[in-house]
């Protein structure tokens, strides 16, 4: 799961996919792509962008639902919890216990 995530956020325009839908999430695959063009500039095809989609799904960083003949996209920052987790940082010493 871990290779899924770390090649999900390896590329730019899904980094800023994800930025998009941290932003607004329960985005249909037009208003991703509407977002992507007017803010970004990014003059990406549908299809890109729903395979882009797909992987960020793949990797669980990108939930779907269907209502109806429309299909949403939410994100889910559970895998990214779960990498954090994986490498605790240790505690850092208060100002009290830092020596010069």
């Known amino acids: 799961m871990?290779?899924?995530?770390?090649k999900a956020l390896a590329d730019p325009t899904r980094r800023t996919i994800l930025d998009e839908l941290a932003e607004k999430s329960g985005q249909t695959l037009f208003e991703v792509c509407s977002r992507l063009s007017v803010k970004h500039r990014l003059g990406?095809?549908?299809q890109a962008v729903?395979?882009?989609?797909?992987v960020l799904e793949a990797a669980g960083l990108v939930e779907t639902r269907r209502?109806?003949?429309y299909k949403f996209h939410d994100l889910n920052t559970e895998p990214l919890r779960q990498i954090a987790e994986r490498w605790p940082l240790p505690d850092a010493p208060g100002p009290q216990?830092?020596?010069?």
């Open 2 to 6: 871990a290779d899924d995530l770390f």
């Open 44 to 46: 990406i095809s549908r």
């Open 50 to 54: 729903s395979q882009h989609l797909a």
């Open 67 to 69: 209502e109806g003949r």
């Open 97 to 100: 216990e830092s020596t010069p």
